[in-house]
């Protein structure tokens, strides 16, 4: 599977092309999944993601995705579980301390994000894994996120509207 994910971060800046025009047409539908219901969408989806994004990336599916953010690469994948940078244990030819034959998902990454032009993005903060949300779809997650602040901003327009 190594083979295949390095592929996809050599490749990160065609498959963020991709993944922004199946992200807008896939969430333009969040109201549709959501009244649909979320929980009836999750094993089907959870399924198909997994399928996806295991072949590609070695996904874990960790339930909050930042592939985006991290150059295609996904660093569930590395051994310590790092969710912001390297650890810090990188050895001189880039590879893991913990499995010197492994590249470090982290400078994969930042190949990624190179190739990607996100600097920006990678530089932010990442949220710490949420373990609760292990083997679920982070595209549903996220639909239901949208859906949310959408009904809050449409509550809060309402009320101050006369």
Excluded at 31 to 55: D, H, Q
Excluded at 85 to 109: D, I
Excluded at 121 to 135: K, M
Aim: glycine fraction near 6%; hydrophobic fraction near 40%; include cysteine.
């Amino acid at each position: 599977m190594y083979v295949v994910r390095s592929w996809a971060t050599r490749n990160s800046n065609f498959l963020n092309r991709i993944y922004r025009l199946f992200a807008s047409a896939f969430h333009a539908l969040d109201p549709v999944w959501c009244a649909i219901g979320v929980r009836r969408l999750e094993k089907p989806f959870a399924f198909l993601e997994s399928a996806a994004k295991g072949f590609l990336f070695d996904c874990t599916m960790c339930g909050r995705c930042v592939l985006s953010v991290t150059g295609m690469t996904c660093p569930t994948n590395c051994p310590k579980s790092v969710r912001n940078g390297p650890c810090g244990g990188v050895r001189a030819n880039g590879h893991c301390e913990v499995k010197p034959n492994m590249p470090c998902v982290w400078v994969e990454a930042w190949a990624g994000t190179k190739n990607m032009g996100n600097f920006e993005a990678f530089n932010r903060l990442l949220p710490p894994r949420d373990h609760t949300a292990a083997g679920a779809s982070a595209w549903l997650h996220l639909a239901a996120e949208n859906e949310a602040i959408r009904k809050a901003a449409k509550e809060n327009k309402s009320a101050t509207t006369p």
